[in-house]
């Protein structure tokens, strides 16, 4: 099952290394971010506690780029299948757990090796960027992107065309990100937004992020590791489990 896995894994990080365009992409997007709304929404918020808005903000975009990337990697399960790779993997014999989880470690391989790079401007917007630091957040970024790859797979895993898997990708995303806490306090929102804020598993990445990389953090750092913790079983069972029943 481990070599399963990770021929299945290198196979996603080989096809990852030849698309350059998907990489630039991953990395300017980000980056258009930070010098638009960072520098926009920081002349209108000043600071945010005692970090400067562009430094608040930093953590947020550094999960979006994880977010982005770990649900669009659900994308290589459609690929496959239409290119009938996929029905290959599923007769030859090996299980269809360990696709699943080679997968979903691709996908979160990839998000992290994104998410390294951007990370490299840190200390360019006054983040001082430790050994310690670097140590706790390159884990940190594979576990956020192992949950959210979970959740990409289970919607791959009955979809049949890239355009239904973009429609409904497209339609989750965004409310994910603006709704996670990234480009904006969470703290002292209208009780029904928090209440939708607080069943957003992406807030709880923003937040354990933003304590690692700034000491910040408007839950605490265990309870955003245990919901999180939570979130990576059941996305992981139930992507597991959707995979091995589809065709």
């Known amino acids: ?4 896995i990770y021929i299945i894994w ?13 990489l630039i992409s991953s990395i300017v997007q980000p980056l258009i971010w930070l010098l638009l709304f960072g520098t926009g929404l920081g002349a209108a918020f000043g600071k945010v506690g005692d970090l400067q808005y562009i430094q608040f903000m930093f953590p947020g975009i550094l999960v979006m780029t994880i977010l982005f990337s770990s649900m669009f990697s659900a994308i290589s399960i459609i690929w496959d299948r239409q290119f009938g790779f996929l029905k290959e993997m599923l007769v030859a014999p090996i299980s269809r757990t360990s696709i699943a989880i080679g997968k979903s470690i691709g996908g979160a391989s990839k998000s992290t090796i994104q998410g390294m790079i951007i990370l490299i401007f840190s200390p360019l917007l006054g983040i001082n960027l430790t050994l310690t630091k670097f140590i706790m957040v ?3 970024m594979f576990f956020i992107a ?3 790859s979970g959740i990409g797979i289970i919607i791959a895993a009955r979809m049949e065309s890239f355009e239904g898997f973009n429609l409904i990708i497209n339609f989750i995303i ?3 990100f603006l709704l996670s806490g990234a480009i904006f306090p969470i703290s002292n929102l209208p009780s029904w937004l928090s209440v939708v804020v607080n069943i957003n598993p992406l807030s709880y990445g923003v937040d354990i992020m933003r304590w690692v990389m700034t000491g910040v953090s408007e839950r605490g750092p265990a309870l955003d590791l245990t919901i999180l913790s939570m979130v990576c079983i059941i996305t992981t069972s139930v992507s597991v489990y959707l995979f091995s029943k589809g065709k």
């Open 146 to 148: 192992f949950t959210i």
């Open 138 to 140: 390159v884990p940190l």
């Open 1 to 4: 099952m481990l070599n399963a």
């Open 174 to 176: 965004m409310p994910m």
């Open 10 to 22: 290198l196979r996603e990080i080989k096809k990852f290394g030849r698309d350059r365009s998907r």
